[in-house]
């Protein structure tokens, strides 16, 4: 079975500054697809990016890239310029791409704090 | 708007009162799914769907019933609840497709005494 693994529970980082949460996975397919979801006070999940995993290239949208490295399972989310607004719980998350449940396996989250 | 719609947001109650949470979608998406979320435990799938009248078990569904008569409606039923069903629910959905993004309602706070 498929398990992901985020090993920060919180990280802080100063306004305008760039922080970096990780984000391990373990699974024996080669297809898949990984997430990362924003959680903020509000507890409405948001999308914020996506990576296939048949891609080489790393996800980018706007301040928020992913670091994919595929043999090593890893797939951690880089924040530039972090702002008041970027305070949330930081979900990642795995979906196999052959199983037909759809399901999204995610991890525990990582309390993201961010210093006026 | 497109849209993922619970109700109640909120819902205290008590041990063996059955209680339905309502999920709806206006997106015409053939998949829906529930989750509970819990502390230190991210989100955990209960059931999903994959079109009307077709459900299957998630990861934790022991305690939980789900329907899908209408395309639009995925309810939630806890026939029995019981304390350890205290936890925070999402109702989601997304076209079929291990790619396409699922969308999440807002989530219901169920507390369970």
């Known amino acids: 079975a498929q398990t992901v693994t985020q090993s920060q529970p919180e990280m802080s980082v100063q306004e305008a500054e760039t922080v970096t949460l990780s984000c391990t996975y373990d699974?024996?397919?080669?297809?898949?697809?990984l997430f990362w979801y924003k959680q903020p006070p509000s507890r409405q999940m948001i999308l914020v990016i996506r990576?296939?995993?048949?891609k080489q290239q790393n996800a980018t949208e706007n301040r928020f890239s992913v670091n994919f490295q595929k043999a090593a399972k890893s797939f951690s989310l880089k924040i530039s310029d972090s702002q008041l607004g970027d305070a949330a719980m930081y979900f990642c998350a795995y979906r196999s791409a052959v199983d037909s449940n759809y399901q999204l396996i995610w991890g525990a989250g990582t309390k993201l704090i961010i210093k006026p | 708007e497109a849209q993922v719609t619970q109700n109640p947001r909120y819902l205290i109650t008590v041990t063996g009162k059955k209680l339905t949470v309502t999920c709806s979608q206006n997106?015409?998406?053939?998949?829906m799914s529930w989750y509970r979320q819990d502390p230190g435990l991210g989100l955990r799938q209960i059931y999903y769907?994959?079109?009307?009248?077709?459900?299957d078990k998630g990861d934790v569904p022991e305690g939980y019933k789900v329907s899908r008569k209408e395309k639009r409606n995925f309810p939630l039923i806890l026939e029995s609840p019981s304390p350890n069903q205290t936890s925070l629910y999402f109702c989601?959905?997304?076209?079929?497709?291990?790619?396409?993004?699922?969308?999440f309602g807002p989530g219901t706070r169920l507390l369970v005494l």
């Open positions: 989601a959905s997304s076209l079929l497709g291990g790619a396409e993004t699922q969308y």
């Open positions: 699974t024996s397919e080669s297809d898949y697809y």
């Open positions: 769907s994959m079109n009307v009248e077709v459900t």
């Open positions: 997106m015409n998406h053939e998949y």
């Open positions: 990576q296939e995993a048949y």
